[in-house]
């Protein structure tokens, strides 16, 4: 684990990236992430695929699989990929503040 500056806020991350603590999570800090991961601006619809995504991490334990993702967050997958082009599920994972899904290379 290490300590980076995010939004002018001190998080601890893993060493890919993904924050270790969801509740130091923010939205400044989700949209830095996603502009050092090649997104500029995180549109509604990236949105509502974070949020999805940390809603059901944060009540189940586990995020969602990108089959999961597509089947229920309201988004469909090519959508997903176009959003999310580096992967869908791990790139929202990380910019949402949860740990990469499981399966996630």
């Given at each position: 684990?290490?300590?980076?500056?995010?939004?002018?806020?001190?998080?601890?991350?893993?060493?890919?990236?993904?924050?270790?603590?969801?509740?130091?999570?923010?939205?400044?800090i989700a949209e830095e992430i996603a502009r050092t991961n090649g997104i500029q601006s995180l549109t509604e619809r990236h949105w509502q695929v974070v949020n999805f995504?940390?809603?059901?991490?944060?009540?189940?334990?586990?995020?969602?699989?990108i089959r999961s993702l597509g089947k229920t967050s309201g988004v469909p997958i090519k959508e997903l990929y176009?959003?999310?082009?580096?992967?869908?599920?791990?790139?929202?994972?990380?910019i949402g503040g949860i740990p990469k899904p499981r399966g996630c290379i």
């Open positions: 684990m290490s300590t980076v500056m995010l939004a002018g806020s001190t998080v601890d991350v893993d060493p890919e990236g993904f924050l270790e603590h969801p509740e130091q999570w923010s939205e400044p995504m940390r809603t059901t991490y944060l009540e189940s334990g586990s995020a969602p699989s176009e959003l999310f082009p580096k992967g869908p599920a791990k790139l929202a994972a990380k």
